[in-house]
Nanobody
């Protein structure tokens, strides 16, 4: 059973920064595209940033210039560094990844359990 394990959320003051991490557990071959989404209360889940296996990145307009997504392919781990945090960044952040699993070598989409990020003003 493959799971995505997230860490790094918490309570920060406006203007601060956080680094989120996400890594799969279980029998995997490797991770394909990976990304981070977030969902604020009463709002739909939205893409924050994504990164392909080759390192191509894309960002939501709301975080461009404040956010960096990166990955360690050896560890199949994805990171999200957010600086200049604003109260409107408060949300549950979810990791998402397309993973080649073993032994079937099937490509499946997985979600993390979510990590709360709260930005105080």
């Amino acid at each position: 059973q493959v799971q995505l394990v997230e860490s790094g959320g918490g309570l920060v003051q406006a203007g601060g920064s956080l680094r989120l991490s996400c890594a799969p557990s279980g029998s995997i071959f490797n991770a394909n595209a990976m990304g981070w989404y977030r969902q604020a209360p009463g709002r739909q889940r939205e893409l924050v940033a994504g990164i392909t296996s080759g390192g191509t990145t894309n960002y939501a307009d709301s975080v461009k210039g404040r956010c960096t997504i990166s990955r360690d392919n050896d560890k199949n781990t994805v990171y999200l560094q957010i600086s200049g945090l604003k109260p409107e960044d408060t949300a549950v952040y979810y990791c998402n990844a397309k993973i080649w699993t073993l032994p079937s070598m099937s490509l499946n989409v997985y979600w993390g359990q979510g990590t709360q990020v709260t930005v105080s003003s």
